[in-house]
Structures are given as C-alpha cells and as structure tokens.
Nanobody, 122 residues
C-alpha cells in the first residue's frame, strides 16, 4: 500500500514558477513508477509527466515539454514537479500517482494523491 500526499500548489502569475512535491509512504517507493496528472474544470484528467523508478524513462506531455521537470528523491520518498514559465492554461488540480509497473502516460496507476490546486493568473 502506498499513500501519496501532494503539496506546493498555489496562485502564481503567468510566467512564474512552482514546485510541487509528492510525499509517499511505503517501503518500496523506489520501485514504483511515478506520474503527475492534472484536471481542469470541465475537462478530463490528463497526463503531465512520468518517470520510471530508475529514471531511465521520462515522459512529458507536449504541452509542458521544456517547461516542466519531473524528478524524484528515493531517499526521501518524494517526487517533484518543477513548473516554470507557467501559463493560465496550466491551471488545474495536479495529482501524483504511483504504479507498480512500467511508467505510462495512461491514467493506469495504482495509487493517487488527493490533488493540489495550481492557479495561474494572466
């Protein structure tokens, strides 16, 4: 069982930066693929970034490529999402997720956090 708790969301102006954190419980965190998804009002949940447990595979949505960076610190059981050059269209609830298998861009993850709100003002 893995429990995930996101933090770091908030209100930021366009062009600004935020760093989201996702703290995980569980002894086998280092073996899980981790992903970030987001859901804006009235829209479906969409993939943002994902990273394999080893870091050998990293995926980004085209909409965030070059602006967002996913990283993880297995010693701290934490995964991060550094978000730079934020745009109003990045406004959404951001969720982290863990998967006991290969990283994927599909929402086929085993565990989900409760989400953290990111609002980007124009």
């Amino acid at each position: 069982q893995v429990q995930l708790v996101e933090s770091g969301g908030g209100l930021v102006q366009a062009g600004g930066s935020l760093r989201l954190s996702c703290a995980a419980s569980g002894r086998t965190f280092s073996r899980y693929a981790m992903g970030w998804f987001r859901q804006a009002p009235g829209k479906e949940r969409e993939f943002v970034a994902g990273r394999s447990w080893s870091g050998g595979r990293i995926y980004y949505a085209n909409s965030v490529k070059g602006r967002f960076t996913i990283s993880r610190d297995n010693a701290k059981n934490t995964v991060y999402l550094q978000m730079n050059s934020l745009k109003p269209e990045d406004t959404a609830v951001y969720y982290c997720a863990a998967r006991d298998w290969e990283v994927t861009m599909a929402p086929q993850y085993d565990y989900w956090g409760q989400g953290t709100q990111v609002t980007v003002s124009s």
